[in-house]
């Protein structure tokens, strides 16, 4: 009898580790699942780059000291550019090399001033839809159970209309 229940609680402790392991570690990978992949990433600015030439529809960029060890720089694609008073999108690398880079210039919203300093942006465009695409907005809330959320007003011509919402990090903390 003493050695069946010694056997039982080696089988129910065998039981509650594997138990605890996988809690634990369904716990561990969905946190690196969340950050990884469902929450959204809030550290937009990236290299910090000089403007050595603007010419039309091009822009020459250079890595400063203050870039670290970022290269999001020489990747290709589309990128957002922001400086002080500004906005623009970089698309595809014309010239590279090993600290300077020309791409395909946009401006959204003025121009850089050649020697000054700039960042690249993980989104193409500004966050604010005015800014953005120019179009006339207005700042508003809607309240929810959760709640008050700000939000954009853009007027429109027509009798449908439409509610985009994204992001989680610009939402107030739920309220127990």
Request: proline share 5%.
């Given at each position: 009898m003493i050695r069946w229940a010694g056997w039982k609680a080696a089988v129910l402790l065998i039981l509650l580790v594997a138990v605890a392991f996988?809690?634990?570690?369904?716990?561990?990978?969905?946190?690196l699942l969340l950050k990884g992949a469902l929450e959204p990433r809030r550290?937009?600015?990236?290299?910090?780059?000089?403007?050595?030439?603007?010419?039309?529809?091009?822009?020459?960029?250079?890595?400063?000291?203050?870039?670290?060890?970022?290269?999001?720089?020489?990747?290709?694609?589309?990128?957002?550019?922001?400086?002080?008073?500004?906005?623009a999108r970089v698309g595809d690398i014309l010239q590279i090399d090993d600290s300077k880079v020309?791409?395909?210039?946009?401006?959204?919203?003025?121009?850089?001033?050649?020697?000054?300093?700039?960042?690249?942006?993980?989104?193409?465009?500004?966050?604010?839809?005015?800014?953005?695409?120019?179009?006339?907005?207005q700042k508003v809330s809607f309240s929810s159970t959760l709640g008050s959320f700000p939000a954009w007003f853009i007027e429109g011509s027509r009798t449908t209309w439409v509610i985009f919402v994204h992001g989680k990090r610009d939402a107030p903390p739920r309220q127990s």
């Open positions: 996988l809690l634990g570690g369904g716990w561990y990978f969905s946190n550290e937009n600015l990236r290299s910090i780059l000089k403007v050595v030439a603007l010419d039309g529809d091009s822009i020459t960029l250079q890595v400063t000291s203050e870039g670290g060890e970022d290269r999001s720089w020489n990747k290709d694609g589309i990128w957002g550019l922001r400086w002080e008073d500004g906005y020309v791409r395909k210039f946009f401006p959204l919203k003025g121009e850089p001033e050649v020697g000054g300093l700039v960042r690249l942006y993980l989104f193409a465009f500004p966050d604010n839809p005015e800014e953005a695409f120019g179009l006339p907005t």
